[in-house]
C-alpha cells in the first residue's frame, strides 16, 4: 500500500468530516520514511484539530468588536474570517483565543467564523469552522439635538441624521432619565406636555444584532437640549374681541378668524344643555380644537322661551351656565334664539327685543359672546319683507348695551337666501349673515350662491350645518360634507356643526346614552357624523 493511500484510509476513519476535506488536501504528496505520515493511525489523528467553539464578541466601540473563543488542543494558530459577499475570507491569523477587529464603521452588522489550524510539516491543516457570530459595531454619537415647533404641550425634536436607523429619546422625569419614544427617523415630536414648564431631552442611536429583540448596541448619547413650552392659551385669549372685516370675521389683532364650533340640540329638551358643562365644553375645546360653542334655545317649539314664563327662566338660566362655561374656558358663545315653526321672526319679535335686551346688558363686557337673532326664517318670508326689518330692531336693541358683539342674522328659507342680503345689509358694520346647510340637501347650487356672496363682498357664517338629510336624521353624506367644509376653508367662512348632542338622529355627534355632561376624549363615544366632524375640526 503507497504511503498516501494508507494516510486516505487512516483519514476516512478519524477525522471528522468538517476536517476532512481541508486535512485530506494538505496531505503532502511525498513523505519521508518515519515522519509524522508514517502509516499508522494514531499520526493520522495527531494531523487532525477541533472545530472552534464558544465564539463570543464585545463591541468595544463604533469601530472596534472584539472576539474571543475556546482554545482548541494541539492548535498551532487560529484563522479569524469575516463575510464578505457570501464567503468568510481571513481577516487575522492570531495564536491566542482573542481579536479585535478595528476600523469598522459605525452601526454596522458583520458575521464572524473561526476556525483553528496546525502547522504540519510548515502547512496549515485546518479545523472546522466555528458556528457563524453575528454582532455590530456601535452607532456614532447623535449630535446637532435641537428643539422647533414649540406650543404649550408639544415640541419637536430634531438631529443630524447619520448612519442608523433607529434613534431612543430619553426624557428628564424627577432627575432620572427616563426613555419615552423609539424612531427611525431623526425626528421625534413630544406631546402632552405642560405648559409654560421646562424639559430636557437627549438622543441616542441603537442597533441590535440579527435575531436580537432588543437594541444591544447604543451611540453615545447627544448632548441635552432644555426647552421651556409656551403658557397655555385659550381662543379668546388669544384672539379677544371678534369684529367683521370684509366678508371676513377677524380677531383682536385684525387676522381672519375662523369659527369652528358645536352647536347644542334644544336645550330645554332631555337635558341636551348638559353638553354646556366645564368638562364637556374643555374636551371639545381641546380634544375636538372647537373655538365656540353655540347655544340654541329654541323659541316656539314645546318647552321653548315664549311657551311658559317657566321655561323662559329655565332656558335663561342655561344660557348663563354656558355662558360662564365658555367665559371660564376661553371660548366663544353663540346665544341662539332658535325659530323654526315660528317661521317669521316678527312672531315673537317682542320677546326677542326683550331677551336681548337682557343679555346683552349682562354680557356687555364679555369678549366672548356673539348673538345669533333668528335661527331660521323661513315659511316664505323674505329679507326685505320682514326679516331686515326685525333685525334692525333687535340689533339696536343690542347696541343700546353691547357696542361691539358679533351678530349672526338669519336669513330666508331657513337661511338659505343669503343672496337677498346683497346690496341691502344691516347698517350696523358687526353683523353677518346666517347660511345654513344640510350636505345631502344642499350641494352646488348653494355651495355657488356662497361663492357669490362671498366674492361680493357679503360677511356670512355658516352657524348651523349637518353631515346628513335637513332633517336631521338619515342621509349621512360625507362627500357633500367635505366639499362644503373644503369651500369653507377656503374662504375662512366658519361653521358650527349640528348638533353636541346623542339624541338618536344621524346628526348627532354622540352615541345615545352618551353622558353630555362628561363626554369622553376620543372616539369612543362618537357616531360616525361625530368621528368626521371631530377629525376635520382638528386637522383644519
Ligand atoms: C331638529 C332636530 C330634531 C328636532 C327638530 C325640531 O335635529 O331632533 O326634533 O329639530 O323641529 C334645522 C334646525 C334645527 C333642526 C335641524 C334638523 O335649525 O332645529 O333640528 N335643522 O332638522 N335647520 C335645518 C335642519
Given at each position: 500500500m503507497s504511503l498516501s493511500l494508507k494516510l486516505r484510509k487512516a483519514a476516512a476513519v478519524f477525522l471528522t468530516s468538517a476536517a476532512l476535506l481541508t486535512a485530506v488536501a494538505a496531505v503532502p504528496q511525498e513523505s519521508a520514511a518515519g515522519s509524522l505520515w508514517s502509516g499508522t493511525t494514531i499520526t493520522a489523528e495527531a494531523a487532525s484539530v477541533g472545530k472552534v467553539s464558544g465564539l463570543t464578541s464585545k463591541t468595544l466601540s463604533n469601530s472596534e468588536i472584539k472576539l474571543s473563543w475556546k482554545k482548541v488542543s494541539g492548535a498551532s494558530g487560529y484563522s479569524v474570517c469575516m463575510r464578505k459577499n457570501g464567503k468568510y475570507p481571513q481577516i487575522a491569523d492570531v495564536k491566542g483565543t482573542t481579536y479585535t477587529v478595528k476600523n469598522l464603521p459605525n452601526a454596522t452588522r458583520e458575521n464572524f467564523k473561526v476556525r483553528a489550524y496546525k502547522l504540519v510539516k510548515g502547512k496549515k491543516v485546518y479545523g472546522a469552522y466555528s458556528d457563524n457570530r453575528n454582532t455590530a459595531t456601535n452607532p456614532q454619537q447623535v449630535t446637532q439635538l435641537k428643539t422647533s415647533s414649540v406650543t404649550s404641550s408639544s415640541v419637536k425634536l430634531t438631529w443630524k441624521k447619520i448612519g442608523c436607523t433607529n434613534y431612543r429619546v430619553y426624557q428628564l422625569k424627577s432627575g432620572t432619565w427616563k426613555e419615552i419614544a423609539t424612531v427611525t427617523t431623526n425626528a421625534h415630536t413630544v406631546k402632552n406636555l405642560g405648559a409654560n414648564s421646562s424639559y430636557q431631552f437627549k438622543v441616542r442611536a441603537c442597533k441590535r444584532d440579527d435575531k436580537k429583540t432588543n437594541y444591544n448596541h447604543y451611540g453615545k448619547y447627544s448632548s441635552v437640549v432644555k426647552v421651556t413650552t409656551k403658557k397655555a392659551t385659550t381662543p379668546v385669549a388669544s384672539h379677544g374681541q371678534l369684529s367683521v372685516k370684509g366678508a371676513n370675521i377677524v380677531d383682536k389683532n385684525g387676522k381672519v378668524f375662523k369659527i369652528k364650533g358645536m352647536s347644542t340640540h334644544g336645550i330645554m329638551w332631555e337635558d341636551y344643555s348638559d353638553i354646556l358643562s366645564k368638562d364637556s365644553l374643555k374636551v371639545l375645546r381641546d380634544d375636538w380644537k372647537c373655538n365656540t360653542i353655540r347655544i340654541a334655545m329654541y323659541t316656539q317649539e314645546w318647552g321653548g322661551y315664549t311657551t311658559g314664563s317657566s321655561y323662559a327662566s329655565q332656558a335663561k338660566q342655561k344660557v348663563k351656565t354656558g355662558v360662564e362655561n365658555a367665559k371660564s374656558l376661553g371660548m366663544y358663545v353663540i346665544i341662539d334664539w332658535h325659530i323654526l315653526s315660528d317661521g317669521d321672526p316678527r312672531t315673537h319679535q317682542d320677546e326677542a327685543v326683550k331677551f336681548f335686551t337682557e343679555m346683552s346688558k349682562t354680557y356687555k363686557d364679555y369678549d366672548n359672546v356673539m348673538y345669533e337673532i333668528c335661527n331660521e326664517p323661513n315659511g316664505g318670508i323674505t329679507w326685505t319683507g320682514g326679516i331686515k326689518s326685525y333685525c334692525q330692531k333687535v340689533v339696536s336693541a343690542i347696541r343700546k348695551?353691547?357696542?361691539?358683539a358679533v351678530i349672526i342674522c338669519g336669513t330666508g328659507t331657513w337661511s338659505q337666501d343669503i343672496n337677498q342680503v346683497l346690496g341691502n345689509k344691516l347698517s350696523d358694520k358687526n353683523c353677518v349673515y346666517a347660511l345654513h346647510f344640510y350636505a345631502n340637501t344642499h350641494t352646488d347650487w348653494l355651495r355657488n350662491r356662497l361663492k357669490d356672496c362671498y366674492n361680493k363682498g357679503l360677511p356670512v357664517l355658516v352657524s348651523e350645518f349637518g353631515t346628513c338629510d335637513a332633517s336631521g336624521?338619515?342621509?349621512?353624506?360625507s362627500t357633500q360634507t367635505k366639499k362644503w367644509l373644503e369651500l369653507l376653508d377656503s374662504l375662512n367662512v366658519g361653521y358650527i356643526n349640528w348638533s353636541a348632542s346623542d339624541k338618536g338622529e344621524t346628526a348627532s355627534a354622540f352615541v345615545s346614552g352618551t353622558n353630555l355632561k362628561a363626554i369622553p376624549s376620543g372616539t369612543s363615544k362618537l357616531t360616525t357624523s361625530g368621528k368626521l366632524i371631530r377629525d376635520w375640526y382638528r386637522n383644519h
Open positions: 348695551y353691547d357696542k361691539d336624521n338619515g342621509g349621512y353624506n
